[in-house]
Nanobody, 130 residues
Framework: QLQLVESGGGLVQPGESLRLSCVASGFTLDYYAIGWFRQAPGKEREGVSCISSSGDTTKYADSVKGRFTISRDNAKNTVYLQMHSLKPEDTAVYYC???????????????????????WGQGTQVTVSS
């Protein structure tokens, strides 16, 4: 059974850091693009960052550029989201998601929309408050 499990969320003060982890079980992440998304109360789920199956290509939402870094360790079947300089507006449930998208060479389309991802974790809460 394909499963994604997020961890690392918590309550932090503005300016602090957190690192989220997304661990896959039941399948290998090697051929999947992975996205991090978040959903705040009363708002739609939005893309935060995503990374290609090879790890060579990444995307970030404008609101997190320069503060968040996505990375992956395929040997550990894990994708990370390092978050620095957290702001109250970063408060949300953070989800990781997987989309089957191996790299065969040449151009590579990295999805960044909610509807483009097939497998989702249950989410981890991040709260930034003083």
């Amino acid at each position: 059974q394909l499963q994604l499990v997020e961890s690392g969320g918590g309550l932090v003060q503005p300016g602090e850091s957190l690192r989220l982890s997304c661990v896959a079980s039941g399948f290998t992440l090697d051929y999947y693009a992975i996205g991090w998304f978040r959903q705040a109360p009363g708002k739609e789920r939005e893309g935060v960052s995503c990374i290609s199956s090879s790890g060579d290509t990444t995307k970030y939402a404008d609101s997190v550029k320069g503060r968040f870094t996505i990375s992956r360790d395929n040997a550990k079947n894990t994708v990370y989201l390092q978050m620095h300089s957290l702001k109250p507006e970063d408060t949300a449930v953070y989800y990781c998601a997987a989309d089957w998208r191996p790299y065969y060479g040449g151009s590579y389309y990295l999805p960044f929309e909610v509807y483009e991802y097939d497998y989702w974790g249950q989410g981890t809460q991040v709260t930034v408050s003083s």
